[in-house]
T-cell receptor
């Protein structure tokens, strides 16, 4: 069964600290993996997208890694800010359909305290 | 969310009444999607469209219908709303081959069925 599991479910850190969010998936075949940030009351906004051949991708203070062999990805946030408080969603796309179906994780709720 | 607008943003309706949610895009993207987001679940696909008058079912399509008479508009209809359809509904658009990040999500419609 194609699944995307994220951990931890929630995380609280102090402003300025770093953190790492995890994503494990069983989706096959694999096309790409995306990380989204979803602020409360808003739609998800894409942070990074990685294909099979990419190991790492950065977007400012966000760095995503992908290990396609172990089917694991991580999102590292450096020097956290209050505005980083949000849900972070891991999304995996397969190659099995014309539209490349998306499989969504349940998200990690990050809270950054001052 | 530039280029994609959902209306209404909030709606409260009674069980058994019909409800229509609207997604409007200005990006001329071919593909449009309706998702629902519930606590404890990742986003789940309801219906999608790959062109005017071309639509197909997603994984949770029971109780929902869609229509796309123009490229820019994708309507989601609940023929007879039930309490289980209380959720936040997101529209998304995509155009294969354009942009690195693929999907763009709207800001969502919070629907409450009482």
């Amino acid at each position: 069964k194609n699944q995307v599991e994220q951990s931890p479910q929630s995380l609280i850190i102090l402003e300025g600290k770093n953190c790492t969010l995890q994503c494990n998936y069983t989706v096959s075949p694999f096309s790409n993996l995306r990380w989204y940030k979803q602020d409360t009351g808003r739609g998800p906004v894409s942070l990074t997208i990685m294909t099979f051949s990419e190991n790492t991708k950065s977007n400012g203070r966000y760095t995503a890694t992908l290990d396609a062999d172990t089917k694991q990805s991580s999102l590292h946030i450096t020097a956290s800010q209050l505005s980083d408080s949000a849900s972070y969603i891991c999304v995996v796309s397969d190659r099995g359909s014309t539209l490349g179906r998306l499989y969504f994780g349940r998200g990690t709720q990050l809270t950054v305290w001052p | 969310d530039a280029g994609i607008t959902q209306s209404p943003r909030h709606k409260v309706t009674e069980t058994g009444t019909p409800v229509t949610l609207r997604c409007h895009q200005t990006e001329n993207h071919r593909y449009m999607y309706w998702y629902r987001q519930d606590p404890g679940h990742g986003l789940r696909l309801i219906h999608y469209s790959y062109g005017v008058k071309d639509t197909d079912k997603g994984e949770v399509s029971d109780g929902y219908s869609v229509s796309r008479s123009k490229t820019e508009d994708f309507l989601l209809t609940l023929e007879s709303a039930t309490s289980s359809q209380t959720s936040v509904y997101f529209c998304a658009i995509s155009e294969p081959g354009t942009g690195e990040y693929g999907y763009t999500f709207g800001s969502g419609t919070r629907l409450t069925v009482v």
